[in-house]
C-alpha cells in the first residue's frame, strides 16, 4: 500500500519529459523550429517569460465561476484579487469603463457581445473576410454568419484603402443596429472617430475589434478606439504579446450585458492562470520599454515595405503605417501559396493571404500577409529587416535554384543566431 502510495506521488511530480517524453519532445521541437525561423506572421509574438509562467501556474486548478466577490465557488479570495489586478491593469492601459478579462480568444469576446447586443438575424455592417475582416465578422460558414444578418464593406479598388463615404452610404442603406470596425490584414490606421460618426448618423452602435493593433493602441501609437466606440474587443496574443485569449472593453451602460453574456451566457468558468498571464501582460505593456518596442515594431515595418518595394514587390495601399502589410504578387508571377512555401523553405515563415478583388481563390490567394511583432520582440531592427527584405526577394525571384535556396536557408540561420530565442528553456 505505502509502496502504491509513493509511486502514485512520484507520477504526479514527473516532469513532463519523463511522464511524458512524447509530448516533451514535440514541445521541444516547435521551440526548436520558432528558434530557427524568422517569424513574419502578423499576428504572432514571442510571449515574455512572465507571462507563461503565469500561464503554467496552479491557478489552471482552480473554478471560479462568476466574478470577483459573486463567484459561484468557495476559496476565491485569491483567485479574485488576481481577476481584480487583471481588470484595473487593463482599464488603466486602455482607459476603459469596464473590462471583462474572461473571454478564452477574440472570437469568444466577439460573440459575447453580439450575444449581449444583438436579437438573431439582427442586422450588422462589418468588413469582408477577403479585404481583410476576420471570419468573426459574418463569414457564411462562422456562427456570426449564420445567426446574424451581416452585411460587408471593402476597401477602394484604386487606393487599396477604408473608402468611409462607402461605408456611410452603406450604413444608410442598410440601417444595420452594429457596425464593426477592425481587420486582420488592413495596413493603414483606422479612423474610429469617423465610424462612430457613421453608427451616430443611423443610430447603429459602435464595436471595434482592435485584435491586431491593441498594442500600438495601448501604446498610443495609433488612434484610440475605446472613446468613440460601444465596445471594443480584442485578443492578447497578438502585438499585445501576452497570453493566447481575449478581452472585452465597453462603457459603464453595456457592462452588465456583456458580463451576462460571458457568464453564463457563453462560459462557464474563467481561466484562472490566462487571466493571470494576462494581469501580467497588462504589467509589461504599461511601460516605457513596450512602447519603444511598439514604436520599433511599425519601424521595422516601414522599413521591411521600403524595401520589398525598391526590390519590384507591390504593398496593397502603397505601404504600411502599423505593424504588417500585404504584398501583392499577381506583378512578379508568383502565388500567396508558392510564396508561403518558398519562403518556409529559406527559414521565413509567413501567411498566403488574399489581395483585395483577388481573383484566385483563398487556398492559393494573389498574396502574402507579412508583419513585425516577433521579429521586433526578438531583437530586430532595421539593418536586420534589409537582410530579410533581400532573404525574401531572392527567395521570390522567379528563375531560383535549389543551390539558391539553401544559401538563402545558410543566411536567416546566421541572422537568427545573433538573437537568441528563451535561453532559459
Ligand atoms: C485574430 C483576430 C481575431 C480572433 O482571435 P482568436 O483568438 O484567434 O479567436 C478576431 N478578430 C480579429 C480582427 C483578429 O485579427
Do not use: W
Not at 507571462?51 to 463567484?71: C, D
Not at 469596464?98 to 450575444?115: D, L, M
Not at 451581416?150 to 457596425?179: C, M, N
Amino acid at each position: 500500500m505505502k509502496q502504491a502510495e509513493s509511486k502514485t506521488q512520484a507520477d504526479f511530480l514527473a516532469p513532463l519529459k519523463v511522464a511524458d517524453p512524447e509530448l516533451a519532445g514535440l514541445i521541444k521541437d516547435e521551440l526548436k523550429r520558432q528558434r530557427h525561423t524568422v517569424e513574419l506572421i502578423a499576428s504572432e509574438n514571442f510571449t515574455s517569460r512572465a507571462v507563461l509562467e503565469a500561464a503554467s501556474s496552479i491557478l489552471t486548478n482552480k473554478y471560479a465561476e462568476g466574478y470577483p466577490q459573486a463567484r459561484y465557488y468557495g476559496g476565491c479570495e485569491v483567485v479574485d484579487q488576481v481577476e481584480t489586478l487583471a481588470i484595473d491593469r487593463c482599464k488603466a492601459l486602455f482607459g476603459a469603463e469596464h473590462v471583462n478579462v474572461q473571454p478564452h480568444s477574440g472570437s469568444s469576446a466577439n460573440q459575447a457581445v453580439y450575444f449581449a447586443d444583438l436579437a438573431l438575424g439582427d442586422s450588422v455592417l462589418a468588413m469582408k473576410l477577403d479585404h481583410g475582416g476576420h471570419l468573426s465578422h459574418g463569414l457564411k460558414v462562422n456562427f456570426s454568419g449564420r445567426f446574424y444578418h451581416f452585411h460587408s464593406y471593402g476597401l477602394d479598388r484604386e487606393t487599396g484603402r477604408l473608402d468611409y463615404d462607402e461605408i456611410e452610404r452603406l450604413a444608410k442603406e442598410l440601417q444595420p443596429v452594429l457596425i464593426v470596425a477592425g481587420a486582420s490584414a488592413y495596413p493603414r490606421q483606422i479612423d474610429f472617430e469617423r465610424f462612430a460618426a457613421i453608427a451616430k448618423n443611423v443610430g447603429a452602435r459602435l464595436m471595434v475589434d482592435m485584435a491586431h493593433i491593441a498594442g500600438l493602441i495601448g501604446a498610443g501609437l495609433h488612434p484610440d478606439p475605446v472613446a468613440p466606440s460601444d465596445y471594443v474587443t480584442t485578443t492578447t496574443h497578438k502585438t499585445l504579446a501576452g497570453p493566447r485569449s481575449g478581452v472585452i472593453i465597453c462603457k459603464g451602460k453595456h457592462a452588465t450585458g456583456i458580463d451576462k453574456a460571458i457568464f453564463p451566457g457563453l462560459q462557464g468558468g474563467p481561466l484562472m492562470h490566462i487571466i493571470a498571464a494576462k494581469a501580467a501582460c497588462f504589467k509589461l505593456a504599461d511601460t516605457p520599454e513596450f512602447r519603444e518596442r511598439q514604436k520599433q515594431t511599425i519601424d521595422n515595418a516601414a522599413c521591411l515595405a521600403r524595401c520589398l518595394q525598391d526590390g519590384g514587390i507591390n504593398l496593397v495601399s502603397g505601404g504600411t503605417d502599423n505593424h504588417l502589410m500585404l504584398a501583392d504578387l499577381t506583378n512578379i508571377g508568383v502565388t500567396g501559396i508558392e510564396a508561403e512555401n518558398r519562403l518556409e523553405d529559406v527559414g521565413i515563415t509567413v501567411n498566403k493571404n488574399a489581395v483585395p478583388y483577388d481573383e484566385l481563390p483563398p487556398t492559393v490567394t494573389s498574396g502574402i500577409r507579412l508583419g513585425t511583432p516577433a521579429v521586433t520582440t526578438r531583437g530586430f531592427r532595421e539593418p536586420e529587416m534589409e537582410q530579410i527584405a533581400e532573404i525574401i526577394l531572392a527567395a521570390l525571384s522567379p528563375h531560383v535554384t535549389a543551390t539558391e535556396i539553401q544559401g538563402l536557408r545558410k543566411k536567416t540561420d546566421k541572422l537568427l543566431a545573433g538573437f537568441p530565442l528563451y535561453p532559459h528553456l
